[in-house]
């Protein structure tokens, strides 16, 4: 696994279609805790979705078409593209799945991998499918948090990590709407089962902690739509 690849690639970029934003870097690695809700650390860190260490890392892909996160523009370049470089640490196996359709990327489509021992930063690899990405809004991301929070429950992890991919893919997005869209889905799932804990008919570890990956341009858009997320949440 080459950590020190992994230097520019998250799931918000510095890139929009090729051309880069003038805005200020965070280096690889900054990490900040932005807040806590129902006991569960909300992490933020400068990282890419390969490099990660965690429990389970969970990348988002839309529906396959032909070459989609290697042609740029819309998709980041390779140097830059953190989808890239897991498929280069998974052995050419990102793209394999989907374009032989053992993965459509279908909308809230799963599929749970475990790689073998140091391929990537995640013990496990949890991919969730966006659909269709000529119908993507940042609404879809509700949804999507939920899935990570529930799968995250049922295998019963310590932690998770989380990476929309969504500049990888080449989909402009709103950084801030989207990291507070995915906070908001995952604890609306944790609350939820919660309740059904609460009256016996739910059974699950609870999460310590939740790493939302961002990168080096973003990482205070993205904190910033997770404060917000948190301070809603709390109300």
């Known amino acids: 696994m080459k950590n020190n690849f992994r230097v520019a690639m998250m799931i918000f970029s510095v890139f929009i279609t090729g ?9 690889i690695g900054t990490a900040k ?7 569960i650390a909300i992490e933020g860190i400068v990282q890419g979705p390969s490099a990660q260490v965690s429990d389970l890392q969970i990348a988002c892909v839309f529906e396959y078409t032909e070459g989609d996160i290697f042609n740029t523009p819309p998709a980041l370049p390779a140097a830059l ?11 050419g ?17 799963t599929i749970l991998i475990s790689p073998p021992k140091g391929t990537i930063g995640g013990k496990n690899l949890l991919l969730i499918g966006l659909g269709d990405r000529n119908k993507f809004t940042p609404d879809i991301m509700t949804g999507i948090g939920s899935i990570a929070m529930r799968e995250a429950l049922r295998l019963g992890v310590n932690n998770f990590s ?5 500049k990888d893919a080449g989909i402009d997005s709103p950084t801030a709407l989207v990291a507070a869209n995915v906070v908001k889905g995952i ?4 609350r939820t089962q919660t309740w059904l804990k609460e009256k016996k008919m739910s059974t699950f570890k609870p999460v310590s902690k939740v790493i939302l990956l961002a990168g080096p341009a973003f990482f205070t858009t993205a904190g910033e739509g997770i404060q917000e997320a948190i301070a809603a949440l709390k109300n």
């Open 19 to 27: 051309t880069a934003f003038a805005q200020s870097s965070t280096a």
């Open 187 to 190: 604890f609306e799932a944790y």
């Open 81 to 91: 593209n953190g989808l890239v470089h897991l498929d280069q640490d998974m052995k």
């Open 93 to 109: 196996l990102l793209t394999e799945i989907r374009k032989s359709g053992k993965f459509h990327g279908q909308a809230n489509e």
């Open 33 to 39: 805790v932005w807040g806590s809700i129902d006991g």
């Open 162 to 166: 989380f990476a929309s991919d969504l």
